[in-house]
């Protein structure tokens, strides 16, 4: 499979990221990764919570690729080291996969820590 998606390449992911910006409101679809304050360098940042129907998990996007209409996404499982992918198509108006930064996951997890520590009744000490 692999060999077929290096092979029959419609466009780049590039020229796909610059029609999305181009026309924000014909790919809102295509949202599917997700950052809470700002746009996501997909170069950069690679380690999402992976959604879908039947599961979900923390992933490391390896590559992605657009072909025959659709997005193929190339990822590894954080925890099984396995290598997996997830075509989405670009015309589809409800995606099944959604990736989350991992960023802000953690960022969620750990300001909701530290809202269960409560520092009123630590004790002073006078020296």
């Known amino acids: 499979m692999e060999e077929n998606i290096k092979n029959t390449d419609d466009i780049s992911i590039e ?8 026309e924000p409101d014909k790919y809102k679809h295509l949202r599917i990764f997700l950052h809470r304050d700002r746009k996501i360098n997909y170069k950069s940042e690679t380690e999402y919570l992976m959604v879908t ?10 590559n992605l690729h657009v ?5 193929i996404i190339e990822f590894v499982d954080c925890q099984t080291q ?13 995606p099944n996969t959604l990736f989350i930064n991992w ?3 953690k960022n969620i997890i750990s300001s909701d820590i530290s809202t269960f520590f409560d520092n009123s009744e630590l004790l002073e000490f006078d020296y």
């Open 103 to 105: 960023n802000d996951v």
């Open 82 to 94: 396995g290598v997996g992918f997830v075509r989405v198509d670009i015309n589809e108006e409800k």
């Open 15 to 22: 020229k796909l990221v610059s029609q999305i910006s181009c």
């Open 53 to 62: 129907p039947s599961c979900f998990g923390k992933v490391k996007i390896l």
């Open 67 to 71: 072909v025959d209409g659709s997005i």
